[in-house]
C-alpha cells in the first residue's frame, strides 16, 4: 500500500507515449480515480529526463565558451597593451635598427615573436595551473583525473595565436616608425 516508485521498462523501439497513456490509465483504474479527478502520481519517460539534460549541458557549454572567449579577448587586450608599451619605451632602439638598415618585416617579425612568447608562456602556466587544480580537485571528490594531451595541447595553440591576432598592430606600429622620428624620441 506505500508502493512509492514503480519502474517499466520497454523494449527498443517501443512507443512510449503508448506505454505511458496505458500506463495513466491502469493507475487511474487502480487508484480508482473518477474522470474529471486529477492524476495523484506521475509518469517519467527517462528519455525527456535525458533530453532535458542534454539541453541543459549544451546551454551549459555555450554559457562556458562564451566566458572563455571573452577571457581571451581581455588577455589579448592586455598583451596589446604590454606591446604598445614595450614598443613606446623602445622606440630608440627600433629607431637605431631600422636605420642602420633592418627591414620593417624584421622588426615586424621580433615583436610578433615577442607577442607570441608572452602569451604562449601566459598559456602554459594557465595549463599547469589547470592541471593543478584539476588534479586536486579530483582527488578531493576522489573521482578519475584524465589528463588529455590533445585538448591541452589545443588551449597552448589558440594561446599562442592570440598572441599573434593581438600582438599585429604594436608590431606593426614599430616597423612603421620612421627612423629620424624615433632616434629624436626621448
Given at each position: 500500500?506505500?508502493?512509492t516508485t514503480i519502474l517499466v521498462?520497454?523494449?527498443?523501439g517501443s512507443d512510449s507515449?503508448?506505454?505511458?497513456?496505458?500506463?495513466?490509465?491502469?493507475?487511474r483504474e487502480r487508484r480508482h480515480l473518477a474522470d474529471g479527478d486529477d492524476d495523484n502520481f506521475n509518469v517519467l519517460d527517462t528519455r525527456q529526463i535525458a533530453d532535458t539534460m542534454s539541453g541543459t549541458t549544451q546551454v551549459?557549454?555555450?554559457?562556458l565558451g562564451a566566458v572563455a572567449a571573452v577571457s581571451l579577448v581581455v588577455g589579448g587586450i592586455g598583451i596589446m597593451n604590454?606591446?604598445?608599451?614595450?614598443?613606446?619605451?623602445r622606440t630608440r632602439e627600433i629607431g637605431v635598427r631600422l636605420a642602420i638598415g633592418a627591414l620593417e618585416r624584421e622588426v615586424l617579425l621580433q615583436f610578433l615573436i615577442e607577442?607570441?612568447?608572452l602569451a604562449a608562456i601566459g598559456g602554459l602556466i594557465g595549463i599547469v595551473l589547470a592541471a593543478g587544480a584539476s588534479a586536486l580537485l579530483a582527488q578531493v571528490m576522489?573521482?578519475?583525473f584524465v589528463f588529455d594531451a590533445s585538448i591541452n595541447l589545443l588551449s597552448?595553440?589558440?594561446?599562442?595565436?592570440?598572441?599573434?591576432?593581438?600582438?599585429?598592430?604594436?608590431?606593426?606600429?614599430?616597423?612603421?616608425?620612421?627612423?629620424?622620428?624615433?632616434?629624436?624620441?626621448?
Open positions: 500500500q506505500r508502493v521498462s520497454m523494449q527498443e507515449q503508448r506505454m505511458r497513456t496505458s500506463i495513466t490509465q491502469l493507475l551549459m557549454t555555450t554559457l604590454i606591446m604598445l608599451v614595450s614598443v613606446t619605451e607577442a607570441v612568447a576522489q573521482v578519475p597552448f595553440v589558440f594561446s599562442a595565436a592570440i598572441g599573434v591576432v593581438f600582438g599585429y598592430f604594436p608590431a606593426r606600429r614599430a616597423a612603421r616608425l620612421d627612423p629620424i622620428e624615433a632616434l629624436r624620441h626621448e
